[in-house]
């Protein structure tokens, strides 16, 4: 018997395929252009500015200037997809496992402190000391699998499936806000079929390092749209097969917008065909992300690619021009870069090796050149300490064991669209901003209420049962009613 759905089923493949094709022709509706190199970004130009949309599968982040603009469009949402849309403004977000910050203006900071503590809690073995670094200088040295064996090194079926776990785990945090542990996470997923109690050995070490930095966030901030920045660079040999690795990193401003750390799947003859190699490797990345920015509306003028070995420079500029006896047998396809290069898509530049951002990328790196680089990678400062992170961090970020207080800044569709019936809530636990929940001036009590979803915080020097407090209310929740309305009828 075959039937025919006339709706699609929670779970199917196709099923996503249906509901994104309706959501894209919904958000085009609505005026949205989608990224030609992102299918799931779309923009949107709004009294002479752009609002912006990602998503992912149902998750949606938008933004705009004008806050009433954003209601307009969760109003279009919810007469589509129903009411039991739920909202979240404010200046921190949950979204996909990270928590964005956006307290601090020119800022994002981006964190995963509970799933750190998680991580740490769903390990088998209690971590209890902490590590200055992510692994050390013997990270991708291993046995020969014949000696583990006969040694029984090999980890029991239970434990290598908890190291399989802990890896993955390890994998998305990296991918969304810890760039300091992809070297050392890099080399572990290279071990995940077949690991041994040295690698055991390695993924506690990452465990302790994330256990004294569990508070640290990666801050990103932006000097120029017009030009972007990559740090490229690879080890040469570093591998027990004699393969390399490559590291890069791409920045706006300060904080590593974009980086990776992979091990090469080819064996080089020398370090500078090696750097070639990773370029190579970094190209595609180069390419798309100068596309996409060019598509959100800005003018990339200039793509930068840093990197420290003059001849692989000579290589990637000049093609076989530069080869040698000891080049000539690269294939074609790594002077890709020599292409983009005159088309004007990309320029070289030579950077001291000590400058070479991404070399924590290739290599472990200890003491002082690892928090140097670290404090470029991540924005933090040289010399970190995490307590007084923690401190300064918003309790809404930090793991707890007792429940947490309702959000503020989460609501249903009803209080997002300006439902006045609804009681307004202070906002506590503002540390980052406020350094304290509470603090005097003259002698009176300053506090931060949240009066309306669509207006962020009312600061005020006097209780909110006070006459003046109600009176600013109402006049805030009367010119809302009128915009609403007007909004409405309109439509």
């Excluded at 990224?35 to 912006?52: F, I, L, R, S, W």
């Excluded at 924005?379 to 970190?384: K, T």
């Excluded at 540390?431 to 009066?451: F, P, Y």
Aim: glycine letters at 4%.
């Amino acid at each position: 018997m075959f039937m025919k759905m006339q709706k699609a089923m929670y779970g199917m493949l196709r099923s996503s395929l249906l509901f994104y094709q309706k959501l894209v022709k919904d958000l085009e509706a609505f005026g949205f252009e989608l990224n030609p190199y992102d299918p799931c970004v779309a923009n949107k130009m709004v009294n002479g500015e752009q609002m912006t949309l990602t998503w992912h599968v149902d998750d949606l982040k938008v933004s705009h200037k004008d806050a009433f603009e954003l209601t307009k469009f969760i109003l279009y949402l919810a007469r589509i997809y129903g009411d039991k849309i739920t909202v979240n403004r404010g200046k921190y977000h949950d979204y996909l496992g990270m928590d964005l910050d956006y307290s601090v203006p020119g800022k994002l900071r981006v964190s995963m402190i509970k799933y750190v503590d998680k991580i740490l809690k769903d390990f088998p073995q209690a971590i209890t000391k902490t590590s200055s670094t992510p692994a050390a200088d013997h990270l991708f040295q291993i046995r020969d699998a014949e000696e583990v064996a006969k040694q029984e090194k090999f980890l029991s079926e239970e434990q290598a499936r908890h190291f399989h776990h802990t890896v993955a785990q390890l994998l998305f945090l990296l991918t969304q806000a810890r760039r300091d542990i992809q070297t050392a996470v890099a080399f572990l997923m290279t071990r995940v079929k077949k690991p041994d109690e040295d690698d055991w050995g390695k993924l506690k070490r990452v465990l302790q390092y994330l256990l004294g930095t569990k508070h640290m966030k990666l801050t990103l901030t932006i000097d120029n749209l017009n030009q972007v920045k990559w740090w490229v660079d690879a080890s040469y040999n570093t591998h027990d097969d004699c393969k390399g690795q490559t590291g890069a990193m791409m920045s706006l401003g300060k904080g590593a917008v974009v980086s990776f750390s992979r091990k090469q799947k080819l064996n080089v003859r020398s370090s500078c065909e090696g750097e070639l190699v990773g370029i190579n490797n970094a190209m595609s990345w180069i390419i798309w992300c100068k596309y996409f920015i060019d598509a959100q509306g800005y003018t990339i003028e200039q793509t930068v690619l840093y990197q420290d070995n003059k001849s692989t420079i000579l290589l990637a500029t000049n093609g076989r021009w530069s080869s040698s006896k000891r080049t000539k047998h690269i294939k074609s396809r790594y002077f890709f870069v020599k292409d983009r290069i005159e088309q004007g898509e990309l320029e070289v530049q030579h950077m001291p090796t000590e400058k070479m951002w991404s070399d924590i990328l290739t290599k472990p790196k200890q003491g002082k050149a690892f928090r140097e680089m670290r404090g470029m990678l991540m924005n933090v400062p040289e010399e970190y300490d995490d307590e007084v992170e923690r401190r300064n961090t918003s309790s809404y970020l930090l793991p707890t064991d007792e429940p947490h207080e309702k959000h503020p800044t989460k609501m249903t569709v009803q209080d997002s669209s300006m439902n006045l019936q609804q009681p307004m809530s202070v906002l506590r636990h503002c540390r980052s901003v406020l350094k304290d929940e509470n603090r005097t001036n003259k002698g009176k009590t300053v506090t931060w209420k949240k009066c309306l979803p669509t207006h962020g915080g009312i600061r005020c020097d006097v209780d909110k049962t006070s006459r003046k407090w109600r009176e600013r209310v109402r006049q805030v929740r009367a010119r809302d009613r009128k915009m609403l309305k007007s909004y409405m009828s309109s439509e």
